[in-house]
């Protein structure tokens, strides 16, 4: 009885003979040499099976089936692969208003963009990243403010929200913004007591701007102080008591000047100017 | 004679032939035809012994690979083992059998009738094998089996022949 090969030894077998092999020697001494003998033999009879050509008018035959199909094939994939017939597009009627139209949206889209930004800018606190546009923009409108009155009361405006500014930084312990706020502050008021002061008619808008000249620049900056000593910036707070015993001097003559204070002993005190000769009531 | 070993440049050449091919070209049809049409003729008459069957069963191996040839996705082996593996199924679907109670007048015929009795995946790798001379792994990729699968059915294939003709040979 054969003892049965496996497909390795079967395959092992085949290319031993093709590579020249003796029947016997590709097969080796496995015990299931016998019935690789007789597979690879039964393969060798399978390749001698006689294999002929095709007739010529067999083959072109053949060819002409093949090469119609192919052309049927060919027009049906072109039909397929074509692009879809798109009707061209005709342009949109231009109406006579459209440019304007289109202006006017451009505008308020500006306008509205323009305007938040302001207000957010306006809204800004010295450490916020607007808070440059803020300060360039109320700069902006001090220089085209040509009455001096007008320009004091704008000043007196300004110094009052560079106090604010200077009591919410130091309440956050950012002592440096509270020192330029603060330093803001008494530069605004000195150039509005300034100017002022350099003015000979003491009318009625004078007097208002005057009033809240004066009222601003009563505030003591004790919440500034507390807050750089809750945040022991005693670095800044020395600073801030520098600025303040600065200005106590200024602002004594400053009250001279506009009339609000005791006469000056030597005239040449006043801040910019001599205080006027008769206080205002 | 088996088929020469696909080196990278014929490789790319193929794949060049075709994507051509798969937009129905005619050059790359023509190309297709005459490259292989021959090796499958062959293979099938060796199975067949009958040039009409032959020629019928190769033309409408060629038709349907026109068919299918948009979903061809090129096989390591190539377009070869697929259009010998289209000829072999051709050949099952066209219900050749040798002719009942004739009497083999040759052994050729005789082996023929045996390898006709056997399963259709035998008969399929046990042609492109030894018909068409292709290695196991043109076979496997051929047919869409691994290379031990196709082993495997190539051995129980030639078991089962050498039982069909041990069997013809005591009738």
């Known amino acids: 009885m054969l003892v049965e090969s496996t497909p390795k030894q079967l395959e092992e077998a085949l290319s031993r003979r093709r590579q020249g092999a003796s029947l016997a020697g590709a097969t080796g001494l496995t015990p299931a040499a016998g019935e690789l003998e007789h597979l690879v033999a039964l393969a060798e009879r399978i390749e001698r099976l006689p294999a002929e050509l095709a007739p010529p008018g067999a083959r072109e035959r053949a060819r002409s089936r093949f090469l119609a199909a192919g052309d049927r094939h060919r027009a049906s994939w072109v039909h397929q692969h074509r692009l879809p017939h798109r009707a061209a597009r005709h342009p949109a009627p231009h109406h006579p208003l459209r440019n304007l139209f289109l202006l006017g949206t451009a505008l308020v889209i500006a306008l ?4 938040g930004l302001a207000l957010a800018a306006g809204l800004s606190e010295p450490d916020s990243q607007l808070y440059p546009a803020k300060t360039f923009g109320q700069r902006v409108v001090l220089a085209l403010t040509t009455d001096p009155v007008t320009k004091a009361g704008t000043e007196v405006d300004l110094a009052n929200q560079r106090f604010q500014d200077a009591e919410g930084m130091a309440a956050k312990g950012k002592g ?24 000979d008619v003491h009318d009625a808008r004078w007097k208002q701007v005057r009033d809240r000249l004066i009222a601003i620049k009563s505030q003591t900056p004790t919440e500034v102080e507390r807050g750089l ?8 707070l020395g600073e801030v008591r520098q600025l303040e ?7 004594k003559r400053m009250d001279v000047a506009l009339g609000v204070g005791p006469p000056a002993k030597s005239p040449g005190n006043s801040v910019n100017s001599p205080p006027s000769p008769s206080p205002v009531p | 004679m088996p088929p020469a070993p696909i080196t990278p440049q014929a490789a790319a050449d193929e794949r060049e032939l075709v994507i051509r091919a798969q937009r129905y070209e005619p050059e790359a049809l023509e190309e297709i035809y005459d490259t292989y049409f021959d090796a499958v003729y062959r293979a099938i ?4 012994g009958d040039h009409t069957v032959a020629e019928a069963v190769t033309g409408q191996a060629f038709l349907t690979a026109l068919e299918i040839l948009p979903k061809y996705h090129r096989r390591p ?44 995946d035998q ?42 003709m041990a069997a013809r040979d005591a009738a």
Request: hydrophobic share 40%.
């Open chain 1, 176 to 199: 440096g913004l509270t020192v330029s706020s603060l330093s803001a502050y008494y530069a605004y008021l000195r150039d509005a007591g300034a100017k002022l002061s350099g003015r």
């Open chain 2, 45 to 48: 008459f060796a199975r067949v």
């Open chain 1, 245 to 251: 015993k600065d200005f106590a001097a200024d602002s």
């Open chain 2, 123 to 164: 008969q399929e790798v046990l042609t492109m094998r030894f018909l068409v001379g292709m290695p196991v792994e043109a076979v496997a990729a051929g047919t869409g089996r691994r290379r031990g699968q196709v082993r495997a059915l190539q051995h129980r294939a030639l078991q089962a022949l050498l039982r069909l």
């Open chain 1, 229 to 236: 000593t809750e945040h022991n910036d005693t670095v800044h």
């Open chain 1, 112 to 115: 509205v963009a323009g305007s």
């Open chain 2, 77 to 120: 082996g190539g377009l070869h083992p697929w259009l010998q593996y289209l000829a072999a199924r051709e050949l099952r679907a066209h219900g050749w059998r040798p002719t009942p109670g004739r009497h083999p007048v040759h052994e050729a015929d005789e082996l023929r009738g045996a390898l006709a009795e056997l399963t259709p």
